[in-house]
């Protein structure tokens, strides 16, 4: 399609904008069509994006994307459309606003809520240095949960500066908004909101502009510039109603699914047993509980939540409020699940420390898209979990092998009264179990060499198994051992081992692993180890299999230094 | 002191408790001033405990204490007076409520923010179990700026459930509370306030009950009695104001200097020097910019804030807003200096990932507190930052033997492009600096020998130092060398050292620390490490040096390995 210039942009009248928008929209859904990547959201704002374009004058004004997920007409608009068909594969254009992309992508996001923090930073920065131009954050009303966008809000009037909000209201985070804030933004858009409503905002020093229909440019045009004219001497918040999918009625009737489209074939997904297995297991134990923090499909809650809505908490997208909630539930007698995604899971960290293993709490946490990701690049990978959660006392470690390895330490979990975690990738195989024992490895493949390797999850005790048929052709064989604890780690097990050639292989970086948990067993031991991992980096999008190939415990690599180990 | 029993509380006279709560007055300063302590924000809450115990039954009823600091009366009146002069030292009371010491204490707290969401769980977990108590969340101003609170409010309308929110209004964090919660709740105590601000509150859900003033009974138990009333129907919040230090005029009139006593006496805290360089360096870098998370005088960074007030962003307890924001600053071109506890980084931590590191920016964290830091206990160690920092790419860590080595830290980060934090503990001597290169390790001992001792920080270089000299009594010497860096660490140096055995001491957990940074560098080389650290457990409180020797990297046991290397 033929972009507009800025000056185009500038001079085009109302229809031929509206047609321009639906020539966006068209590219938008083709190219994630056949791409996967963000689709209800981005079909969203479309209006808003050109609207926003044609009245500011970016880079040289800012624009900062909360979560980012809705900045795909963003970078069409600004010199990226020729590469847009390479959307989310390796080396092309980033799902998610990428500095080194663009001079227009002023601020990287991906997790929710950091956008009126980072719009404030970027605008106190410009009044230090004497500079000039507007600085605005897009926020959608899921955010609008998120405690961090409180604790900017709150300072607004400390900075001292001027930023202006648009609370994208769509009435979704990926499932709908939930809470109090959602239903002060209902009666907001209901015109018939008491006074106090807008109240709130105006306490924080913003000047309230609102409603606005964001899908109709006729509307959307001059509440912009409403809002710009204001902006000259205060702070605004702009609130505009958008339609996540706007345009295409499947979308629009479901936003959630929707939300995010993946066009790879998929094995199982973990996510489904863990919905199986949790609501068989809430049968027979009345102190299950679920908790989310706003994602029950994507984490397979759903049949949870159906069959147990009394015992079922999504708290919108706040992944502290869920973790200390679930330590409480805890502490009177339930037994929580709190299931959430590995990178959000860092948003916890301090309650994990300080309110769940601190108290040594029975909280199972279910840790899904653990590991390398894929096409949602740096912001979504699932490769720090276990070097974060290791040092943590109290907390018991599990990487399951397969999907009813999976099943089986649900079924253990239920038990146990003491934190526990377990990390699992998205999709995987059935596989077989036959029972797990907490802090227990178990042999996989037992071959007489003087080599054994350790490998954690699915995929790398694929890449094990994978590479135990490749060596075969060289001579080489070796002993497979499934490290599905990393914490306790099996010390009796390890020391066991006769093997002198030792190496881990995990779905994670290298610093902080499993492969240091195997080799602090066996300092002092004369064993050789060496530990493969992902690299000390942040991994960019791409495919899952690029990506490992490129950046995680590489089969060449291993490969290689298996023939090391055997010409010794 | 007598205390009274439940029932002599329930039948005394106003002037009888009035005459009670002066006893328990000097109680708590008498015991604070021996044992240090948090003192000012004890003493402002005597009145309402005293009253809460008398209004409620307890522990049948539940309360929680948001951060924990204010709950010393509540400890004398619940069985715990005659211990309570064992206040803070090891085996003695904890200065913070814990489960193991008391039925009265159902949750366990330190870091703000907390109370709502854990008073949440606890109802939630009650009405699940068809019990019946009250639950009350006694939650400090300061805490209202912390994000948590919010996300903890906006759902509690989907947890249906209730509880009793007692907002202690002192106008203080540890720093005097900012920003426009702040505000708000300065009108809503000024009688003046607009119906939108009461209805902030009633938004959530919450029935509003205020203003009462919180150190005189007279008003303050029949304010306890109508919530009580309310609560049998909805979730309430009773706005209760009080005064810091309430009782002794030195406290009122210096709340924040007042606000934790050590009775210790120490040597240079590291704090000042940060002050004075970062004074300094801004004077020559307009670029330099500080940002605490409401504790300016205890990071030593008040002479900075009096130098460069529009340079100096105290932002409240909003952790991870102050991680955003600096992110911002330095994407904005600014140098942020982030100063802020070891422990309360954690709060952090997704920030510190997403924003400061995978965008790859030069923010400074200046980690004050780091290690064993004593009395206060499990919430305040700061014993796992290192490994929990070790695994992020882009992030250099640095590691200060003394003080001089830290002001030398300092100037060189003014200018250094990227990530970088440097931990230190609170106070240490003065000492020596030949000048400091990123990555770079220095030898303080030189000696011919078979040992290596690698020590990270001043009080494990002094331990290490102290055990040369112990050593050489058994004919033992080895070499120590300051490894100052632990990310990058000098794989260099560290590879180019012949000696067989290395020993590392950290004041940190050992897993994923200094120890295993070490011997990751060593694999396959044949050399045999011994890593030395904290042990894997929650540390209690206790004076640092029993910490350390019971928990910490200990003397005798790396003597005594010492010997066994010798005796090879």
Redesign the interface.
């Known amino acids: 399609m033929k972009m507009m210039s800025d000056g185009e942009l500038e001079q085009a009248s109302l229809s031929q904008l509206q047609k321009f928008c639906e020539e966006l929209r068209g590219e938008i859904f083709r190219t994630v069509s056949a791409r996967g990547g963000h689709l209800a959201s981005n079909l969203g704002v479309v209006e808003l994006t050109v609207a926003l374009h044609r009245m500011f004058c970016f880079p040289q004004d800012k624009i900062?994307f909360d979560v980012g997920h809705q900045c795909y007409t963003h970078k069409l608009l600004s010199g990226r459309a020729e590469q847009f068909c390479t959307l989310r594969s390796r080396g092309g254009i980033s799902g998610f606003p990428k500095?080194s992309e663009s001079e227009y992508d002023?601020?990287?996001t991906?997790?929710a809520g950091?956008a009126v923090?980072?719009?404030?930073?970027?605008?106190?920065?410009?009044d230090?240095?004497g500079e000039d131009f507007s600085v605005i954050a897009l926020v959608g009303d899921g955010s609008f949960?998120?405690?961090?966008?409180?604790?900017?809000?709150?300072?607004?009037?400390?900075?001292n500066t001027r930023i202006l909000i648009i609370l994208n209201d769509n009435g979704m985070s990926i499932s709908p908004t939930?809470?109090?804030?959602h239903?002060?933004l209902d009666e907001l858009k209901s015109g018939n909101a008491?006074?106090?409503?807008?109240?709130?905002f105006?306490?924080?020093?913003l000047k309230y502009i609102g409603i606005c229909n964001g899908n109709d440019l006729s509307e959307l045009l001059p509440a912009l510039k409403n809002a710009k004219e204001a902006l000259r001497t205060q702070s605004v918040l702009l609130h505009v109603t958008t339609r996540k999918g706007q345009g295409y009625a499947f979308c629009e009737q479901q936003p959630d699914r929707t939300h995010g489209i993946s066009p790879e074939c998929r094995g199982v997904e973990y996510s489904e047993a863990l919905g199986e297995e949790l609501t068989a297991l809430a049968a027979k134990d009345?102190r299950i509980?679920a908790v989310t923090a706003a994602m029950t499909d994507s984490l397979g809650l759903r049949p949870f939540f159906q069959a147990y809505p009394?015992?079922s908490?999504?708290?919108?997208i706040?992944e502290?409020?869920a973790c200390?909630?679930?330590?409480?539930?805890?502490?009177?007698?339930?037994h929580p699940y709190y299931a959430i995604y590995s990178t959000?899971l860092?948003?916890a960290?301090?309650?994990v420390?300080?309110?769940v293993?601190?108290?040594n709490l029975p909280v199972t946490f279910c840790i899904d898209r653990a590991g390398i990701t894929g096409a949602d690049g740096?912001?979504h990978q699932g490769i720090?979990d276990l070097?974060?959660l290791?040092?943590?006392?109290?907390l018991t470690i599990a990487i399951p092998a397969n999907i009813a390895e999976f099943r089986a330490m649900l079924r253990l979990s239920a038990d146990y009264s003491a934190p526990l975690a377990i990390r699992y990738p998205r999709e995987g195989k059935e596989g077989n179990c036959d029972g797990v024992e907490i802090g227990k490895f178990n042999i996989l493949h037992c071959n007489i060499s003087d080599i054994i390797v350790y490998a954690a999850g699915e995929r790398c005790i694929r890449l094990a198994r994978d590479l135990l048929a490749q060596a075969a052709s060289y001579g080489i064989t070796f002993t497979i051992v499934n490290a599905r604890f990393l914490k306790p780690v099996d010390t009796e097990f390890i020391l066991s081992r006769p093997e002198h050639y030792v190496i881990t292989i995990e779905d994670n970086?290298?610093?902080?692993?499993l492969g240091?948990?195997v080799?602090?067993v066996l300092?002092?031991s004369?064993r050789?180890?060496?530990?493969f991992g992902c690299k000390?980096?942040?991994l960019p999008h791409g495919s899952v299999r690029e990506l490992a190939d490129e950046f995680g415990p590489s089969g060449a690599e291993i490969l290689s230094y298996l023939q090391v180990c055997h010409a010794r």
């Open positions: 900062v500095r002023c601020y990287e991906g997790h950091t923090s980072a719009a404030l930073g970027i605008a106190k920065a410009r230090l240095k949960n998120n405690g961090l966008i409180y604790e900017a809000l709150n300072s607004l009037n400390i900075l939930v809470g109090s804030t239903e002060i008491p006074r106090g409503d807008v109240a709130l105006e306490r924080y020093g009345r509980v009394e015992r908490f999504d708290v919108g706040c502290e409020h200390v909630l679930s330590a409480a539930l805890a502490a009177g007698g339930m959000f860092q948003r960290y301090d309650e420390i300080h309110d293993c601190g108290q740096e912001t720090f070097s974060y290791s040092p943590i006392p109290n970086v290298v610093i902080g692993g240091d948990a080799a602090r300092r002092g004369g050789v180890v060496r530990c000390d980096t942040f």
